[in-house]
């Protein structure tokens, strides 16, 4: 399978506890995205890499939120202290950019869903 | 004022009719993209556009940059068709991040 991976995909935690999410995106591409999606709403804007690099961060992702990708390939999304609020569908997508020859398609994959009771 | 809107937000349909799904934005885009989403979740890049139509299919997706509106339509519609539809902004003058509208829930009946 060559398209974009998510581990686990489903999570039930208890308040207050640390959870990790991982995203393994289609192998070549240097661009990867990480959106949350809470029910009935359309998918928000969490953070994005290219390569290794964390570009962008949007104010949603509090600091109780971290997300690496160490060797630009793999990422990995962290909640420390869940709250209620984290509950949702964590997808990640990814693409490949070539600068002026851009090829910005973004392939999603199928979300990690986090219950936090 | 959400920079994306979509209509109408649910839509039923029967089996063969043509569907029309709105997306109107208020701010300055490079491309527009429509996303089909099943549930459970799984989301799929339906098209991607910045200026004229496109085409896939029983899919035709639309997109007028003046009027900062698009369109899909899906002729001869099937049950399989049942999804979430969401439209996606890439802004001109901003990254790559994509802002979604919330989605046209369509069910399509036997």
């Known amino acids: 399978d060559t398209g974009v991976s998510q581990n686990p995909r489903h999570k039930i935690t208890k308040r207050g506890q640390n959870v990790t999410f991982r995203c393994d995106p289609i192998s070549e591409h240097n661009r990867l995205y990480w959106y949350r999606q809470t029910l009935g709403q359309g998918p928000e804007f969490l953070t994005y890499?290219?390569?290794?690099?964390?570009?962008?961060k949007s104010r949603l992702l509090s600091d109780r939120f971290s997300a690496e990708r160490p060797k630009g390939s793999f990422s990995t999304l962290e909640i420390q202290r869940t709250e209620q609020g984290d509950s949702a569908m964590y997808l990640c997508a990814s693409s490949l950019e070539l600068g002026w020859l851009s090829l910005d398609e973004q392939y999603f994959g199928p979300g990690t869903r986090l219950t936090v009771t | 004022k959400n920079e994306v809107e979509q209509s109408p937000q649910n839509l039923t349909a029967q089996e063969g009719e043509f569907i029309t799904i709105n997306c109107s934005y208020s701010v300055g885009i490079s491309a527009l993209h429509w996303l089909q989403q099943h549930p459970g979740g799984g989301i799929v890049s339906l098209f991607m556009l910045s200026s004229g139509k496109k085409k896939h299919g029983r899919l035709i997706a639309t997109i007028n940059i003046q009027e900062k509106h698009s369109s899909l339509h899906i002729t001869a519609s099937h049950p399989r068709d049942s999804a979430v539809y969401i439209c996606?902004?890439?802004?001109?003058?901003?990254?790559?991040?994509?802002?979604f509208g919330t989605g046209t829930r369509l069910q399509v009946f036997p």
């Open positions: 890499f290219q390569n290794e690099a964390q570009l962008e």
């Open positions: 996606a902004l890439r802004q001109s003058y901003n990254t790559d991040k994509l802002i």
